[in-house]
């Protein structure tokens, strides 16, 4: 069996993938690859872990080609908020970094697993049970970035016969590795802010709904798709899936049937609300539960109690300094 290699491995995806990765196959058959050096994060600890931009080519191509890499988890990205500050970075990382993958996918023969997201649909999109396939006009340069990733994607599978595969997902929340300016990062602050301040001031509007899910279901739902049956796969670059379509102060009654002094104002951030209201108030991901089984194992309530419970004791262990 080749390795499998996991980029934008500090990440928040990409450090909960890359333990569940070492869990299922082995430490010795996973590589992490990011931008920041070993001495610059503590949290790189004993993983297999290379310094990589995934800008520089040669760098990357040779990291694939040493290892023997099988399957590439493309994971490094500038999200939503933070690719509206910086356009320029944001495309330079998400496109060509993407292009650099994909052509050493081409070359090596490797699969290559890519991170799409409701960010690819706009304001025209229907926004309920918003279907796999319907119009896509983002305006954000992050969906932008996006469904030109999900594209590209799909010509390297049909010109070069790489087999690409993606997932477009909700807002995800994790309580390991803290969010990187997503828009949808007000539901981890808000869990932390509870159990350190019982209060909780909110970038969005109380109703505004959007889709979320909890990393469990994300990172089973990569695995599963990379392991899927190649020919039941149709829709492959860029499938829909979904858990629950929630707003803020849903998430904030949930926290309340356990801390029931959690208060939550809210002060709208126009640019990330903006981005909120282009995106769907919920998913259609039949096409995931077709054609390779998807099914989310967590809702809301069930969400709610493992995070307080995980963030409880790890602010126990590592302290009170808490994310806003």
């Given at each position: 069996?080749?390795?499998?290699?996991?980029?934008?491995?500090?990440?928040?995806?990409?450090?909960?993938?890359y333990?569940?990765?070492?869990?299922?196959?082995?430490?010795?058959?996973?590589?992490?690859?990011?931008?920041?050096s070993?001495v610059?994060c503590?949290?790189?600890?004993?993983?297999?872990?290379?310094?990589?931009d995934?800008?520089?080519?040669?760098k990357?191509?040779?990291?694939?080609?040493?290892?023997?890499?099988e399957?590439?988890?493309?994971?490094?990205?500038?999200?939503?908020?933070?690719?509206?500050?910086?356009?320029?970075?944001?495309?330079?990382?998400?496109?060509?970094?993407?292009?650099?993958i994909?052509?050493?996918?081409?070359?090596?023969?490797?699969?290559?697993?890519?991170?799409?997201?409701?960010?690819?649909?706009?304001?025209?999109?229907?926004?309920?049970?918003?279907?796999?396939?319907?119009i896509?006009?983002?305006?954000?340069?992050?969906?932008?970035?996006?469904?030109?990733?999900?594209?590209?994607?799909?010509?390297?599978?049909?010109?070069?016969?790489?087999?690409?595969?993606?997932?477009?997902?909700?807002?995800l929340?994790s309580?390991?590795?803290?969010?990187?300016?997503?828009?949808?990062?007000?539901?981890?602050f808000?869990?932390?802010?509870?159990?350190?301040?019982?209060k909780?001031?909110?970038?969005l509007?109380?109703?505004?709904?959007?889709?979320?899910?909890?990393?469990?279901?994300?990172?089973?739902?990569?695995?599963?798709?990379?392991e899927?049956?190649?020919?039941?796969?149709v829709?492959?670059?860029?499938?829909?899936?979904?858990?629950?379509?929630?707003?803020?102060?849903?998430?904030a009654?949930?926290i309340k049937?356990?801390?029931?002094?959690f208060e939550v104002?809210y002060?709208?951030?126009?640019?990330?609300?903006?981005?909120?209201?282009?995106?769907?108030?919920?998913?259609?991901d039949?096409?995931?539960?077709?054609?390779?089984?998807?099914?989310?194992?967590?809702d809301?309530?069930?969400?709610?109690d493992?995070?307080?419970?995980?963030?409880?004791k790890?602010?126990?262990?590592?302290?009170?300094?808490?994310?806003?």
């Amino acid at each position: 069996m080749g390795k499998l290699l996991v980029t934008g491995v500090l990440g928040q995806i990409g450090s909960e993938l890359y333990q569940a990765l070492v869990n299922r196959y082995g430490i010795d058959n996973v590589i992490g690859v990011d931008v920041k050096s070993e001495v610059e994060c503590s949290e790189i600890g004993s993983m297999n872990y290379n310094t990589v931009d995934v800008l520089d080519f040669f760098k990357l191509r040779k990291v694939v080609f040493d290892y023997d890499v099988e399957i590439i988890f493309h994971l490094a990205a500038i999200l939503s908020a933070v690719a509206e500050k910086n356009p320029q970075l944001a495309w330079k990382i998400n496109i060509n970094g993407l292009y650099n993958i994909l052509e050493i996918a081409r070359e090596k023969k490797c699969a290559v697993f890519f991170p799409s997201s409701i960010g690819v649909f706009g304001p025209h999109t229907p926004k309920v049970n918003t279907p796999q396939i319907t119009i896509q006009r983002p305006i954000t340069v992050y969906g932008i970035t996006k469904l030109t990733g999900e594209l590209l994607c799909d010509y390297y599978f049909n010109k070069h016969n790489v087999d690409t595969r993606g997932l477009r997902f909700p807002g995800l929340i994790s309580y390991k590795t803290l969010p990187g300016g997503g828009t949808t990062d007000y539901g981890v602050f808000m869990y932390y802010a509870a159990i350190r301040d019982g209060k909780y001031r909110c970038y969005l509007r109380r109703n505004t709904r959007l889709d979320v899910m909890y990393m469990p279901d994300a990172i089973r739902a990569i695995i599963e798709l990379m392991e899927a049956d190649s020919d039941k796969l149709v829709n492959r670059n860029a499938y829909n899936i979904a858990a629950m379509s929630v707003t803020p102060e849903d998430i904030a009654n949930s926290i309340k049937r356990k801390i029931n002094e959690f208060e939550v104002t809210y002060k709208v951030d126009k640019q990330r609300q903006n981005i909120a209201d282009s995106w769907p108030d919920s998913i259609d991901d039949t096409a995931a539960r077709e054609e390779w089984g998807w099914k989310p194992r967590y809702d809301l309530d069930a969400m709610t109690d493992d995070m307080l419970e995980k963030i409880s004791k790890k602010l126990k262990m590592e302290g009170s300094n808490v994310p806003r």
